[in-house]
């Protein structure tokens, strides 16, 4: 435990004995490797942190400025004619300098190139007091007891505290090239603090501050350079694990980044992350067989460092993992760090392998600081708190032992709090000695876009860096890497690839609708022209419209399980709302042309409808309007409501009440007038009136002749012959003519009957495409409003 990166110079690092028996090759200094023509190889190139040279005509360019040449250098770099000397590169361990030997890199570490102070650190986040606390809930009964009852408890007993700090004042710093660890107990404020840093809470519900390079960081800034690794891992199960990186490249990396180069991209990183066995293998869930817990792991922080981040946060990636696939997890992180990032993790309890790859830690207790300083110190901080480490024994381990047996005490870990404040206070002059300068905010970030990092930098985008005085012009980054169009295909081809794998899921729609269709055409087989045909008829038509919109309910899971997905994507700009909205619409829309034509064929000849071939395509376009709108509906409720089963009982519900409103039931001049502006919400009204004007619009066709006005009365019982003397007395007292085959009542008179004549069935066939445009505008803005990821 003597050996701990912080009591080395920066990126002079030493192996410990463990690494040295595993045989893991690390010389301690990092090199960046182009592909170059064999003449021109190197061994390596340094990557160590210059001071910054004296001011000159150059250090007047801004960051745009900067940004702008790496952009072209980039361009040129993808272009036919320019050189192969800038191909991607390779960050590895080992290696050394032309022309030097390892004692002078050594030395050139140790003194930061000829600066007197040692090499500056490009990159320090630095956090000060930060401060978080929320609403707690009152607990006690429903009902509150009355005031003289037995039993009855004190108010002031009764109610529970009103607020719960989970951050309590924590400060500390994580630097580039380091992995700073958050250790404690569940609930002691580990996830808290990590989305206090990766600004996952609200400004006006934290209190203190968190900069990097001494600089503030802006929101949309902080999107861009930095990268959040969430605890679960939320990947499409059915995509393997190099399509999965490949998409996030897409997503990631600049349209003017060649595709070949976005390939080599995520080849390097398969090594680097060690998933090059499982390159061709699916994501896997729990009915399908994909990659081991550790494998998607690493996948899951492959997807968000895509875009090779400055920042990286991590919460507990190791949670769930055995011990060996926790140390790869690890591994990797570290690797990342020494490429030139600040990783900063929460873990609950690592073993002795992952404790000697971490450079710093922070204990927490109930939102409180126990400790914070290198592993190294761990031991000499219990002595001096009267509990020392046993020699055989995780320090870790110990501490969270420690700090959970204090925890159970009436005053909790205040003592080792108080502790580590002295603690803090007696090692700061020791600390300050060792600090290093560092780079300006502006300095740094264009320093490691100059070596290749942050790959999604471009300068034609919105977020811009606060300049240090008035007159300086704003440094711009681009928020989304990728133009709208570029967004929406990626998106679309990543659906159809989805779609395309999981059939069964169209498949089992399909079945659906065919069946429904089978049922109702042989229900409703070849119904004639009589009254009772014409009954028949509304029925048929008004459960087969409230069957389309019932079936669009299987929209409902798409985006749910898919949600949690989206949030991650978008938290970090990966693409637009309206890019994921668009191309949701797109994939899902042939599916509703295929079953809207089953649907079709399967009842319109089977039922006997009428309008020929230009009834049945208006048949077709209603039921497929009806299916746009449905689908419309649900998603929009799915981007509401988060979870299935809320989801279903909203949705059938809504849907019973549609019906109910449509003028099936009840005539709309027959609805209370307090209840008309529901019959015009219905989404049942405009299909269901449409599919009626389209059978009964044609003046000619006559469905009640003579006899048949008899029918559907008591006088239905007579006989025949009675019946036609009935129809002569009648037209003898009227003194209108009325035989056996005179037209009673036509098409157009039953639609007027039955109150539908306020629309034109080309009306009620746009109104219905209207609401499902207007149900998508819906779900974008539900998407908008519900998708801040922050706390409150």
């Keep these: 435990m003597s050996r701990f990166v912080d009591k080395l110079p920066f990126f002079d690092r030493r192996s410990s004995a463990m690494e040295e028996a595993e045989d893991i090759p690390r010389s301690g200094l990092l090199h960046m490797h182009h592909n170059q023509p064999p003449h021109h190889q190197h061994s390596g190139l340094l990557m160590q942190p210059q001071p910054s040279p004296p001011a000159t005509k150059q250090s007047s360019y801004t960051l745009a400025q900067l940004l702008k040449r790496v952009n072209e250098a980039r361009s040129d770099a993808s272009s036919p004619t320019s050189s192969p000397?800038?191909?991607?590169?390779?960050?590895?361990?080992?290696?050394?300098?032309?022309?030097?030997?390892?004692?002078?890199?050594?030395?050139?570490?140790?003194?930061?190139?000829?600066?007197?102070?040692?090499?500056?650190?490009?990159?320090?986040?630095?956090?000060?007091?930060?401060?978080?606390?929320?609403?707690?809930?009152?607990k006690g009964p429903c009902l509150p007891a009355l005031p003289f009852s037995r039993g009855s408890v004190d108010p002031a007993e009764a109610e529970a505290p009103r607020m719960k700090t989970l951050l309590d004042n924590i400060s500390g710093e994580a630097r580039e090239g380091e992995i700073m660890a958050v250790l404690g107990a569940s609930g002691?404020?580990?996830?808290?603090?990590?989305?206090?840093?990766?600004?996952r809470i609200v400004k006006e519900s934290l209190h203190g501050s968190v900069t990097l390079n001494g600089e503030s960081l802006d929101s949309n800034l902080l999107k861009v350079i930095s990268a959040y690794v969430m605890q679960d891992d939320l990947l499409y199960p059915m995509l393997t694990v190099e399509e999965t990186l490949m998409f996030a490249a897409e997503f990631r990396l600049p349209r003017s980044l060649p595709t070949k180069e976005k390939k080599?991209?995520?080849?390097?990183?398969?090594?680097?992350?060690?998933?090059?066995?499982?390159?061709?293998?699916?994501?896997?869930?729990?009915?399908?067989?994909?990659?081991?817990?550790?494998?998607?792991?690493?996948?899951?922080?492959?997807?968000?460092?895509?875009?090779?981040?400055?920042?990286?946060?991590?919460?507990?990636?190791?949670?769930?993992?055995?011990?060996?696939?926790?140390?790869?997890?690890?591994k990797v992180l570290q690797r990342i760090a020494q490429s030139g990032s600040v990783v900063v993790m929460s873990i609950h309890q690592p073993s002795y392998?992952?404790?000697?790859?971490?450079?710093?830690?922070?204990?927490?207790?109930?939102?409180?600081?126990?400790?914070?300083?290198?592993?190294?110190?761990?031991?000499?901080?219990?002595?001096?708190?009267?509990?020392?480490?046993?020699?055989?024994?995780?320090?870790?381990?110990?501490?969270?032992?420690?700090?959970?047996?204090?925890?159970?005490?009436?005053?909790?870990?205040?003592?080792?709090?108080?502790?580590?404040?002295?603690?803090?206070?007696?090692?700061?002059?020791?600390?300050?000695?060792?600090?290093?300068?560092?780079?300006?905010?502006?300095?740094?970030?264009?320093?490691?876009?100059?070596?290749?990092?942050?790959?999604?930098?471009?300068?034609?985008?919105?977020?811009?860096?606060?300049?240090?005085?008035?007159?300086?012009?704003?440094?711009?980054?681009?928020?989304?890497?990728?133009?709208?169009?570029?967004?929406?295909?990626?998106?679309t081809r990543r659906a159809f690839i989805n779609t395309k794998r999981t059939p069964e899921i169209f498949i089992i729609r399909l079945a659906a609708v065919l069946v429904t269709g089978f049922i109702l055409a042989t229900i409703f087989w070849r119904l004639d022209d009589s009254p009772k045909g014409v009954q028949e008829r509304l029925g048929f038509f008004a459960i087969a419209m409230s069957t389309m919109f019932y079936t669009?309910?299987?929209?409902?899971?798409?985006?749910?399980?898919?949600?949690?997905?989206?949030?991650?994507?978008?938290?970090?700009?990966?693409?637009?709302?309206?890019?994921?909205?668009?191309?949701?619409?797109?994939?899902?829309?042939?599916?509703?042309?295929?079953?809207?034509?089953?649907?079709?064929?399967?009842?319109?000849?089977?039922?006997?409808?009428?309008?020929?071939?230009?009834?049945?395509?208006?048949?077709?376009?209603?039921?497929?309007?009806?299916?746009?709108?449905?689908?419309?509906?649900?998603?929009?409720?799915?981007?509401?409501?988060?979870?299935v089963m809320l989801g279903y009982p909203v949705v059938v519900s809504t849907l019973a009440y549609f019906l109910l409103f449509s003028g099936f039931f009840i005539n709309r001049d027959r609805i209370p007038s307090y209840w008309i502006w529901f019959h015009y919400l219905s989404l049942v009204k405009y299909p269901y009136e449409?599919?009626?004007?389209?059978?009964?619009?044609?003046?000619?066709?006559?469905?009640?002749?003579?006899?048949?006005?008899?029918?559907?009365?008591p006088l239905a019982v007579l006989p025949p012959a009675l019946k036609v003397r009935v129809l002569q007395a009648m037209s003898q007292s009227l003194g209108v003519d009325i035989g056996t085959r005179t037209c009673i009542t036509t098409g157009p008179d039953f639609l007027k009957q039955q109150a539908v004549n306020d629309l034109t069935k080309w009306d009620c066939l746009w109104i219905t495409v209207a609401w499902g445009f207007l149900f998508r505008i819906l779900f974008y803005i539900s998407l908008l409003l519900g998708s801040r990821n922050k706390r409150r």
Aim: aromatic letters at 10%; glycine letters at 10%.
């Design 264 to 330: 080599k991209r995520v080849q390097v990183l398969i090594d680097q992350l060690g998933l090059r066995n499982a390159a061709n293998t699916i994501i896997g869930d729990e009915g399908h067989r994909g990659v081991s817990g550790g494998e998607r792991r690493r996948v899951s922080i492959g997807v968000d460092i895509i875009h090779d981040p400055i920042v990286l946060f991590l919460d507990e990636p190791t949670s769930g993992l055995d011990s060996t696939s926790a140390f790869m997890v690890v």
């Design 690 to 713: 449409a599919v009626m004007q389209n059978e009964f619009s044609d003046p000619r066709k006559c469905f009640v002749r003579g006899i048949q006005m008899f029918d559907n009365t």
């Design 353 to 491: 392998r992952i404790l000697g790859l971490l450079d710093r830690l922070l204990f927490l207790s109930r939102g409180q600081t126990v400790y914070y300083g290198p592993p190294g110190a761990l031991p000499s901080f219990f002595d001096d708190f009267g509990k020392p480490i046993p020699g055989n024994e995780n320090p870790t381990e110990f501490a969270l032992d420690l700090i959970r047996e204090l925890e159970t005490m009436p005053d909790g870990a205040r003592d080792l709090v108080e502790h580590n404040k002295k603690w803090q206070t007696r090692m700061a002059p020791k600390m300050k000695h060792h600090e290093k300068p560092t780079l300006s905010l502006k300095e740094a970030i264009s320093a490691s876009i100059s070596r290749g990092k942050l790959v999604s930098g471009a300068t034609d985008g919105s977020v811009s860096l606060r300049p240090e005085s008035a007159a300086a012009p704003a440094a711009a980054v681009s928020k989304f890497a990728n133009p709208f169009w570029v967004e929406m295909g990626v998106l």
């Design 188 to 199: 002691s404020g580990k996830s808290t603090l990590i989305d206090a840093l990766a600004n």
């Design 552 to 643: 669009c309910s299987d929209a409902l899971p798409v985006f749910l399980n898919e949600r949690y997905i989206f949030l991650r994507e978008t938290a970090y700009n990966a693409y637009r709302r309206s890019s994921y909205v668009l191309s949701h619409t797109v994939v899902g829309f042939p599916s509703l042309i295929v079953l809207s034509f089953a649907f079709a064929l399967t009842t319109f000849f089977a039922v006997g409808l009428a309008g020929g071939a230009e009834g049945f395509f208006f048949f077709v376009a209603i039921v497929l309007a009806s299916f746009w709108a449905g689908s419309g509906f649900a998603t929009f409720l799915s981007g509401v409501v988060t979870n």
């Design 85 to 138: 000397t800038h191909s991607h590169y390779t960050i590895e361990l080992g290696g050394s300098m032309p022309g030097s030997t390892g004692s002078d890199l050594s030395d050139h570490n140790m003194h930061g190139g000829g600066g007197g102070d040692g090499p500056l650190l490009p990159f320090v986040l630095k956090f000060t007091d930060l401060t978080y606390s929320v609403k707690q809930r009152k």
